[in-house]
């Protein structure tokens, strides 16, 4: 009954490092830049039909805009607002998308545990691009006046519009 007992734990001991060794090679991997360096790895909660059609017409634009860069599309269904998952697990991973269509409510609850970045250093470079938008729509992804994110459409009204109200 003992030779039985020692050599089950010894066999459990092996087991694990077997299993520890496979997930220290496969991280290993991830770390060695599994995906080529122009790729854009972009996130997007709206798979619907419709939706994918109009965001790949923007991906279509944008990469003939820059021709060096190549946009990966990947359609995340999320199980609703709030449903931060598969990005804290990509975030904690190492491996987080480049750009993720999220939804706007979602930012403040995404940032506070350092999932995504300070924008700034971006947004700075566009000279009015919060003019773009209306005042509450350019606010609502920002924390303290840091942008965290930006709106996916364009918020403002056109000024023919606004005289008229």
């Known amino acids: 009954m003992r030779y039985n007992r020692h050599y089950t734990f010894a066999r459990l001991c092996v087991g694990l490092l077997a299993l520890f060794l496979l997930a220290t ?39 003939k805009e820059n021709p060096d860069l190549h946009v990966k599309m990947v359609g995340m269904p999320s199980q609703g607002t709030g449903d931060s998952t598969s990005l804290i697990t990509a975030v904690r991973g190492g491996s987080p998308p480049d750009a993720y269509m999220i939804d706007r409510f979602t930012v403040s609850q995404q940032a506070s545990i350092g999932l995504l970045q300070d924008l700034s250093s971006f947004t700075n470079k566009e000279p009015g691009l919060a003019q773009n938008y209306l005042p509450f729509a ?6 303290r006046a840091i942008p965290m994110a930006c709106p996916w459409r364009r918020m403002r009204a056109p000024s023919t519009i606004t005289r008229i109200f």
Do not use: H
Request: charged share 15%; proline share 7%; with cysteine.
């Open 25 to 63: 090679a496969l991280s290993a991997c991830s770390l060695m830049g599994g995906r080529p360096s122009n790729e854009v790895v972009y996130w997007t909660t709206a798979t619907d039909p419709t939706t994918t059609k109009a965001q790949q017409a923007v991906i279509d634009a944008f990469e």
């Open 138 to 143: 350019w606010a609502r992804p920002s924390i």
